[in-house]
């Protein structure tokens, strides 16, 4: 049971570029979410996904797209990488009707 | 919109001391819970604690123990008898299946 998992675990982009990051839980948790934190801001939601199907934003969506690819799997890409995009970016997923969240280890990525 | 509110940026603790985090919120909901978490060096997010706030009762795992106040919309975490592994960053959280984080104290423990 490897939990939450993330990958990469840093990354360098030039401006400009396109990445994806990807996101696996093995739990069967139905809800997942893409955070991003950066100093002083604590954690950002940016979008989630409540369950298999959907995908909503959050706080920060603008320049990310997400796609939630079947229960175990929710990718968060970067059409065209900006140097405000540097940042740490958490995967976390809940269980249904519970609100814990666990968190994957986190990428960082640094667009120059 | 930041809805969660940690004032203290740091905090320092001498080891076996208490030490006490403050978090406030701002909500119009009645039922929702409340979390902290641990982030140490290595990045990883840990769940410290958490607190239902239908529930009066205070919750407490170990040493770490709340004082979870609704009609204050506060919720701070004690840390108690502190050890060196205590020290990182700890964020506050509300909601239910979104959850909103305050900025973070960072705990320094003093050997």
């Known amino acids: 049971n490897a939990g939450v998992t993330q990958t990469p675990k840093f990354q360098v982009l030039k401006t400009g570029q396109s990445m994806t990051l990807q996101c696996a839980q093995d739990?069967?948790?139905?809800?997942m979410y893409w955070y991003r934190q950066d100093p002083g801001m604590g954690l950002r939601l940016i979008y989630y996904s409540a369950s298999e199907g959907t995908t909503d934003k959050g706080e920060v969506p603008n320049g990310y797209n997400v796609s939630r690819l079947n229960k175990r799997e929710f990718s968060l890409r970067l059409e065209s990488a900006a140097p405000s995009q540097t940042s740490v970016y958490f995967c976390?997923?809940?269980?249904?009707?519970?609100?814990?969240?666990?968190f994957g280890p986190g990428t960082r990525l640094t667009v120059t | 919109a930041q809805t969660v509110t940690q004032s203290q940026p740091e905090m320092s603790v001498q080891e076996a001391e208490t030490v006490t985090l403050s978090c406030t919120y701002d909500t119009s909901e009645s039922d929702y819970y409340l979390f902290w978490y641990k982030q140490p060096p290595s990045r990883q997010m840990i769940l410290v604690i958490r607190?239902?706030?239908?529930?009066?009762q205070n919750a407490t795992e170990n040493r770490f123990s709340v004082n979870f106040q609704k009609a204050a919309k506060s919720f701070s975490l004690k840390i108690s008898d502190s050890q060196l592994g205590d020290a990182a960053m700890y964020f506050c959280a509300y909601g239910d299946y979104k959850l909103s984080f305050g900025a973070g104290t960072t705990v320094t423990v003093r050997a």
């Open positions: 739990m069967n948790h139905n809800s």
């Open positions: 976390a997923s809940t269980p249904k009707n519970y609100y814990e969240q666990y």
């Open positions: 607190q239902e706030a239908y529930k009066q």
